[in-house]
Nanobody, 117 residues
Framework: QVQLVESGGGLVQPGGSLRLSCAAS?????MGWYRQAPGKERELVARITSGGSTNYADSVKGRFTISRDNAKNTVWLQMNSLKPEDTAAYYCNAARLRVGLPALDYWGQGTQVTVSS
């Protein structure tokens, strides 16, 4: 079992920045951030493999940066130029690979990001 502990959400004005962090209690493979706004489905924001390969939602490309420290099992999401439409609950996700079996998915408890003036 892997536990994910998130931090860094809050209220910020449009154009501002926030940095989210997520620490896993054990080794994991791909780590990422998803978000869910009220009345909408959860969507991928960004993810990063243990090798450092990244992919981003089109809506955040050029504004958000995902990074990780494998030794600390920690992933960060630097969010710049925030927009009101970025307002959502952000969830950390991590996958643990298993030989011959589907990967196990783990989720954090979520941290709220609100972009408003």
């Amino acid at each position: 079992q892997v536990q994910l502990v998130e931090s860094g959400g809050g209220l910020v004005q449009p154009g501002g920045s926030l940095r989210l962090s997520c620490a896993a209690s054990g080794s994991v493979a791909t780590m990422g951030w998803y978000r869910q706004a009220p009345g909408k489905e959860r969507e991928l924001v960004a993810r990063i493999t243990s090798g450092g390969s990244t992919n981003y939602a089109d809506s955040v490309k050029g504004r958000f940066t995902i990074s990780r420290d494998n030794a600390k099992n920690t992933v960060w999401l630097q969010m710049n130029s925030l927009k009101p439409e970025d307002t959502a609950a952000y969830y950390c996700n991590a996958a643990r690979l298993r030989v011959g079996l589907p990967a196990l998915d783990y989720w954090g408890q979520g941290t709220q990001v609100t972009v408003s003036s």
